[in-house]
């Protein structure tokens, strides 16, 4: 199995900046696309940014200019720059990854427990 443990979440007042990371471990055959998703309360759960393993990114449009997705293949490491933060962005956010275990099975997503974010005004 796989598992994610983020970390990096905090309050911060707006335009503040925080830094999450996520590591994954376990029993890693490959790791595929890494992303973050966020949600609050009383709302779905939205995707915040992900990124392949080409370091081929993708950004929800409310982001797009303030966030920055990276990731180490080498530490299985994700990474969620978060600049010029908005009261909005406030959420739990989730880390997710696509990974196999083994050559014989087929991709699976797995996510972390979640880390909270919180931008007062």
């Known amino acids: 199995q796989v598992q994610l443990v983020e970390s990096g979440g905090g309050s911060v007042q707006t335009g503040g900046s925080l830094r999450l990371s996520c590591v994954a471990s376990g029993s890693i055959f490959s790791i595929e696309a890494m992303g973050w998703y966020r949600q609050a309360p009383g709302k779905r759960r939205e995707l915040v940014a992900v990124?392949?393993?080409?370091?081929?990114?993708n950004y929800t449009d409310s982001v797009k200019g303030r966030f920055t997705i990276s990731r180490d293949n080498a530490k299985n490491t994700v990474y969620l720059q978060m600049n010029s933060l908005k009261p909005e962005d406030t959420a739990l956010y989730y880390c997710n990854t696509v990974a196999t275990v083994s050559v014989r099975t087929p991709p699976y997503s797995y996510w972390g427990q979640g880390t909270q974010v919180t931008v007062s005004s």
């Open positions: 990124i392949s393993r080409g370091h081929i990114t």
